[in-house]
């Protein structure tokens, strides 16, 4: 069965950086997109980033434009997630998640199928 596991969160400081890696294991097929989604408590599931299985493009959510970057290692068995210039508000719960088709919008959390536990992380003095 399909195995998502997110490691990496904690607690940073503001400006601070973080690294969040998702172990990929148990999958009998080729995923379309890989995604990092988050959700701060009180807020609804938000779209941090996607990775394309086969081509590497990558797509990110206004939010984390330009701070964060999103990747898949050569043997596609990790996915990982640099978060540089954190802030307050990047304080939630990241989730990895894998999908199988294209043809739904890639930043919508229903067309993914697969989900990791969540990692915490918590932006903070």
């Known amino acids: 069965q399909v195995n998502l596991r997110e490691s990496g969160g904690g607690l940073v400081q503001p400006g601070g950086s973080l690294n969040l890696s998702c172990t990929i294991s148990?999958?009998?097929?080729?995923?379309?997109?890989m995604g990092w989604f988050r959700q701060a408590p009180g807020k609804e599931r938000e779209f941090v980033a996607r990775?394309?299985?086969?081509?590497?493009?990558?797509t990110y959510g206004d939010s984390v434009k330009g701070r964060f970057s999103a990747s898949l290692d050569s043997p596609k068995s990790t996915l990982n997630l640099q978060m540089n210039n954190v802030t307050p508000e990047d304080t939630a719960v990241y989730s990895c998640?894998?999908?199988?088709?294209?043809?739904?919008?890639?930043?919508?959390?229903?067309?993914?199928?697969?989900w990791g536990q969540g990692t915490q992380v918590t932006v903070s003095l």
């Open positions: 148990g999958l009998t097929f080729s995923p379309y997109d």
């Open positions: 998640a894998a999908r199988r088709t294209a043809g739904a919008d890639p930043r919508v959390a229903s067309s993914y199928g697969y």
């Open positions: 990775v394309g299985w086969h081509h590497g493009a990558t």
